[in-house]
């Protein structure tokens, strides 16, 4: 590991520290913080050096230690066994496409940073994640398209879904949760950013694990991908509206069509990226 990597480190760890000190976690007897800290200092040691030399590691800025940042979204995104690889590439392309449209790098500027940090993740059963694209901070357009590439590149297909299990809807918002408890520096405002085609059928109920990160100030925005066949009556989008989403602000948003999908998603992103901007979406449901 090269002196440089090192620094890094120990400037990543030290920076988690001081915004566990800043957010008044640390109420332990003196013994038990230095446990605590050492264990906090190590896993983050740990997780940096997985992002600075795992396979994305030209997607992670350098300066991860100061990542401050208007808003934290961390994206998840379905990739269990009913996403075919028509909505796999819906879901990645539309994502890729939205983070570099000029609305969504417009509305990161126009905020009081003028930078947001962004996470990739698919889910699917309880157990079933993986990290596309880690903590990444988007400051401007060429930081967006290396993000977009990262998503585009390594990104869900959907033709290896056999055996990924069922919709585990709160399992998303679980690793969610945990990412963001993980964010590698200060956002005003954290996301959890949910794109699903179904409602939990797998593991345990949402509700607390939508309360859980309710109460940590999260909010849970979801867009709902509905089937060609789905009931006028009991569209996904309601299920979302009354049983996901929750927080301050939150919504759920559902395209009609392919095209719509990628308007939608740009769209929800520009309400969620906006800090001073009052931009308004018909939406349902809020908590």
Known sequence: MSKLTANLLLLLADAAFCHAQARGRLHASPDRQDGKRAHSLLRLATLAAVA?????AHAVNLDLAVMNVDV?????VDFSS???????????????AA???PEIIRAISQ????????????????????TVLPWTRICGLEDAKTAASVIRTNGDTGYLRRGRGGTSVSAAIDVGSLLLDRFPG????KVIDISSNGENNDGLPVQPSRQNAIAKGYTINAIAIPADDEDPKQPLASYFAQSVIGGSQAFVM???GPHDYVTALRRKLVTEVSMNVDTHIAATGNQ
């Open 72 to 76: 934290a979204i961390a994206f998840a």
């Open 99 to 101: 983070l570099t449209s």
């Open 111 to 130: 905020n009081y940073l003028g930078c947001i940090g962004v996470a990739y993740f698919e889910w699917s059963s309880p157990g079933y994640s993986r």
């Open 82 to 96: 009913s996403i075919d690889p028509k909505i796999a590439d819906l879901q990645r392309e539309g994502h890729a």
């Open 52 to 56: 600075l030399w795992g396979p994305t």
């Open 186 to 189: 200060n956002a005003m405002k």
């Open 254 to 256: 559902s395209p009609k």
